[in-house]
T-cell receptor, first 119, second 111 residues
Framework: GAVVSQHPSWVICKSGTSVKIECRSL??????MFWYRQFPKQSLMLMAT?????????EQGVEKDKFLINHASLTLSTLTVTSAHPEDSSFYIC???????????????FGPGTRLTVL | RKEVEQDPGPFNVPEGATVAFNCTYS??????FFWYRQDCRKEPKLLMS???SGNEDGRFTAQLNRASQYISLLIRDSKLSDSATYLC????????????FGQGTTLQVKP
């Protein structure tokens, strides 16, 4: 079954509104979560690394004031797209780094993604 | 130059065919290498890790050539269900957990 969930799975909003996306690790604690964005027919691009209890580390070219990341607990990270515009329409995917019970090594598990459409 | 480069395809092959995908990476200090599979509008899923010694998992064989900074994936006896986009993924040096994705190669297996 799924080990990382995302909510919502899709969202349509008007330009200028803010959208919050949640990423939860279901069966393990994730000290580190990652947020990616994927435009059609393009690769997944890492936006930021989210560490529990500290500020996120953003990749070059990603505006930290526009994409607010909060990692308040070991099982939850949120990405808020503030003042969304049509060019922010994309597939946002989170991943969580962790060790499942019975596993021998850390693995990165991906959420099912959130499809954002900004009108 | 992109950190991870792949031929986007699409590769259109008949069922039962053998198909190979290639990938090159630019950072010679990269540590770990993977192939992921992504179905349309879904999240990527780990297909297999790639080791210098090569590794095989059923119909899938992955190879790494560190000298040439080249990774390959071979799929034998293609099935219709193999149709997907195959992503070459690299972890650069350092233990940050950051994954660098290639653009992906699309495979269409036809009956």
């Amino acid at each position: 079954g799924a080990v990382v969930s995302q909510h919502p799975s899709w969202v349509i909003c008007k330009s200028g509104t803010s959208v919050k996306i949640e990423c939860r690790s279901l069966d393990f604690q994730a000290t580190t979560m990652f947020w990616y964005r994927q435009f059609p027919k393009q690769s997944l691009m890492l936006m930021a690394t989210s560490n529990e209890g500290s500020k996120a580390t953003y990749e070059q070219g990603v505006e930290k004031d526009k994409f607010l990341i909060n990692h308040a607990s070991l099982t939850l990270s949120t990405l808020t797209v503030t003042s969304a515009h049509p060019e922010d329409s994309s597939f946002y995917i989170c991943s969580a780094d962790g060790l499942l019970a019975g596993a021998s090594t850390d693995t990165q598990y991906f959420g099912p993604g959130t499809r954002l459409t900004v009108l | 130059r992109k950190e991870v480069e792949q031929d986007p395809g699409p590769f259109n092959v008949p069922e039962g065919a053998t198909v190979a995908f290639n990938c090159t990476y630019s950072n010679s200090a990269s540590q770990s290498f993977f192939w992921y599979r992504q179905d349309c509008r879904k999240e990527p899923k780990l297909l297999m890790s790639v080791y210098s010694s090569g590794n095989e998992d059923g119909r899938f064989t992955a190879q790494l050539n560190r000298a040439s900074q080249y990774i390959s994936l071979l799929i034998r006896d293609s099935k219709l269900s193999d149709s997907a986009t195959y992503l070459c993924v690299v972890i650069p040096s350092g233990n940050t957990g950051k994954l660098i994705f290639g653009q992906g190669t699309t495979l269409q297996v036809k009956p």
